[in-house]
C-alpha cells in the first residue's frame, strides 16, 4: 500500500505558475503509475495528467495541454506537476492518485489518493 501527500498548492494569479509536488512512502514507487486530478467546487473530479510507471508515457487533459508538465522522481519517490499560465478555470482542489499498472485517466482506475491541495487562480 502506498500513501500520497500533496504540496505546493496556494493562491496565484492568473498568468502565473505554481509547483505541486506528491511524496509517496509505504510502497516501491516505481510500481505506480501515477496521475494528477482536479475537482472544483460543485463538479466531478476529472483527470489532469498521468505518469506511466514504466516512465515511457504522459498523458494530459486538453484543457491543461501546452501548460503543464507532470514529471516524476523515482530517487525521491515523488511526482510532480508543473503549472504554468495558469487560468481562473484552473482553480481547483488538486489530488495525485496511483495505480499499480498501466497510465489510467479514469478516477474509478485509481486506487490510491492523496488528501489534496488547494489551487486558486485570481482574475
Known amino acids: 500500500q502506498v500513501q500520497l501527500v500533496e504540496s505546493g498548492g496556494g493562491l496565484v494569479q492568473a498568468g502565473g505558475s505554481l509547483r505541486l509536488s506528491c511524496a509517496a512512502s509505504?510502497?516501491?514507487?516505481?510500481?505506480?503509475?501515477m496521475g494528477w486530478f482536479r475537482q472544483a467546487p460543485g463538479k466531478e473530479r476529472e483527470f489532469v495528467a498521468g505518469f506511466s510507471r514504466s516512465g515511457s508515457s504522459t498523458y494530459y487533459a486538453d484543457s491543461v495541454k501546452g501548460r503543464f508538465t507532470i514529471s516524476r522522481d523515482n530517487a525521491k519517490s515523488t511526482v510532480y506537476l508543473q503549472m504554468n499560465s495558469l487560468k481562473p478555470e484552473d482553480t481547483a482542489v488538486y489530488y495525485c492518485?496511483?495505480?499499480?499498472?498501466?497510465?489510467?485517466?479514469?478516477?474509478?482506475?485509481?486506487?490510491?489518493w492523496g488528501q489534496g491541495t488547494q489551487v486558486t487562480v485570481s482574475s
Open positions: 492518485a496511483a495505480r499499480d499498472r498501466g497510465l489510467a485517466i479514469t478516477t474509478q482506475s485509481y486506487d490510491y
Open positions: 509505504g510502497s516501491t514507487f516505481s510500481r505506480y503509475s
